[in-house]
């Protein structure tokens, strides 16, 4: 039986539905839907109606499909560093986690309150992360974010980067790649396969191919997660999708790739045997290159 990890998962706790985030404008309301201004959008699927994806569901379903671990990820948006301590807590041989940190004066005794709780990565989801809101003029090599990066190398610790689509200001190669040379010995994970989307913006390609080539650094891994959404249009078994893995596959290497799901939002558009069987099945990979993005590269990239 093949050996399994999900590297990008998250979870919603009871306590979270009927939530509001003033400062993203949201509510999380019933039947899976995340109210957001004057419109919104799926978090999950419309049959969970009390809109929970708890830790104990997660690993039931982990069960289920004979994955052995997991890495909860979270964002900005709805932060629950308590939540996702508690869920690795709750199954430390199954469960692994990140937390979100702001730069804001008192990041590092965040930093260092969260690493006692368990959680031993940190993950910056840009798009939140420079919402006018927050920190618009954030970058990858600006000092507050170094900071933190020094800290974190400091502590060998992972950062999770969720890049934005490639059309966004703060979607920067250069910037990205000084950051990953810059520390050497701080393991950097870059989600959604670099986010590829969109690709017919006048050069959003060449920014997602310069986004790849900075990745591949023996400190820097690409996790595949969320596919089935930005590939949505184009329906399963999303062949553009399998066409850039390969691509990047060819450019970084098998050593280079993590397998993760980002469910519960991306079982709206798959399911869970989906995700997996389009690697193992669909993507034309060894049994060497399906171990190295399934299980191998995971437990190097998050230290499990």
């Known amino acids: 039986m093949r050996r399994i990890i999900d590297a990008h998962v998250h979870i919603t706790p009871a306590t979270a539905l009927g939530m509001r985030n003033e400062r993203f404008d949201t509510e999380n309301r019933p039947y ?173 390609a060449q920014r997602w191919e310069n986004m790849i080539r900075a990745a591949c650094q023996p400190n820097c891994w690409i996790d595949v997660s969320a596919l089935p959404d930005l590939f949505d249009a184009e329906g399963w078994p999303y062949p553009t999708a399998l066409s850039l893995l390969r691509k990047v596959l060819a450019l970084c290497g098998p050593r280079r790739l993590i397998w993760g799901s980002d469910i519960p939002g991306t079982l709206n558009r798959a399911t869970y045997p989906q995700m997996i069987d389009m690697f193992v099945k669909r993507a034309g990979l060894s049994d060497a290159e399906l171990d190295a993005l399934l299980y191998e590269n995971a437990c190097e990239a998050y230290y499990l």
Not at 63 to 80: F, H, K, N, T, W
Not at 90 to 119: I, T
Not at 165 to 190: G, I, W
Request: hydrophobic share 40%.
């Open 32 to 204: 899976g839907y995340l109210k957001m201004g004057d419109g919104g959008f799926q978090t999950m699927p419309c049959y969970i109606h009390d809109s929970q994806f708890t830790d104990d569901t997660l690993v039931h379903m982990m069960d289920v499909y004979g994955v052995e671990r997991a890495v909860i990820l979270q964002s900005l948006m709805a932060p629950q560093n308590a939540a996702v301590a508690a869920a690795v807590m709750k199954y430390p041989d199954r469960l692994s986690g990140a937390m979100v940190l702001e730069p804001v004066p008192g990041w590092r005794e965040e930093l260092d309150h969260w690493q006692k709780c368990g959680l031993n990565a940190i993950k910056f989801e840009m798009r939140a992360y420079t919402n006018p809101a927050c920190y618009p003029d954030a970058r990858y090599d600006d000092a507050e974010m170094t900071a933190i990066f020094d800290e974190a190398e400091r502590r060998r610790m992972t950062v999770t980067i969720d890049p934005a689509p490639a059309d966004f200001p703060v979607y920067q190669p250069e910037a990205f790649e000084h950051a990953v040379r810059s520390h050497p010995d701080l393991h950097f994970v870059l989600c959604h396969l670099g986010y590829p989307h969109p690709l017919d913006v006048p050069g959003s």
